[in-house]
């Protein structure tokens, strides 16, 4: 069935250094994929998305990309803020459906 | 716009007791979901709504969960009796319709003694 892989965490950072959250999926098709963050206390907020191969899917600073090739959609942040610390879980719609299916997550701790 | 309410925030209960959680939807909102989230895990969808009627409830335990979603606005999801493994965080989630972004709640952590 289809699924999603990330990076394990936690992943510990200084205020403006450069994120990495990498992501690959399993699945048939052309699903759409997702970023969706969840901070301290709250419920999952989707942070961006893409629908089709070569899209980029952009929000606050982050971006990822859909590569079909390498059936990735690494999430991306060129300088990090204390605020960013929170739980990035990668995500996907098979085509022609709604179930969203989940990576484990990835805790970033983004320090002063 | 309002968000997607969910209540109670926390629960705290001993094994084989029962345990209800209330969710009410972004207001429009035909689709509604249900979801577990076991520590260190992503969400895991139990059940989906399509306004009062289950969509899906593949991986929903039937033997001690139900959910319903009567006049199909606010819904309820219940397990009775809960078991130490039911210890998650249940998320309930809203869309205009089944294909439509999902808007998710703060979610309820059930801690079961």
């Known amino acids: 069935g289809d699924s999603v892989t990330q990076m394990e965490g936690p992943v510990t950072l200084s205020e403006e250094a450069f994120l990495t959250i990498n992501c690959t999926y399993t699945?048939?098709?052309?699903?759409?994929l997702f970023w969706y963050v969840q901070y301290p206390g709250e419920g999952l907020q989707l942070l961006l998305k893409a629908t089709k191969a070569d899209d980029k899917g952009s929000n606050k600073g982050f971006e990822a990309t859909y590569r079909k090739e390498t059936t990735s959609f690494h999430l991306e942040k060129g300088s990090v803020q204390v605020s960013d610390s929170a739980v990035y879980f990668c995500?996907?719609?098979?085509?022609?459906?709604?179930?969203?299916?989940f990576g484990a997550g990835t805790t970033v701790t983004v320090r002063a | 716009e309002a968000g997607v309410a969910q209540s109670p925030r926390y629960k705290i209960i001993e094994k084989r007791q029962s345990v209800a959680f209330w969710c009410n939807p972004i207001s429009g909102h035909a689709t509604l979901y249900w979801y577990q989230q076991i520590l260190g895990q992503g969400p895991k969808l139990l059940i989906q709504f399509q306004n009062n009627g289950v969509v899906d409830d593949s991986q929903l335990p039937k033997d001690r969960f139900s959910a319903e979603r009567l006049k199909g606005v606010d819904s309820t999801l219940k397990i009775q009796p809960a078991k130490l493994e039911d210890s998650a965080v249940y998320l309930c989630?809203?869309?205009?319709?089944?294909?439509?972004?999902?808007?998710f709640g703060d979610g309820t952590r059930l801690s079961i003694l």
């Open positions: 989630a809203s869309s205009q319709t089944g294909n439509q972004p999902q808007h």
């Open positions: 995500a996907l719609t098979p085509l022609d459906d709604y179930k969203l299916s």
């Open positions: 699945a048939t098709g052309y699903p759409s």
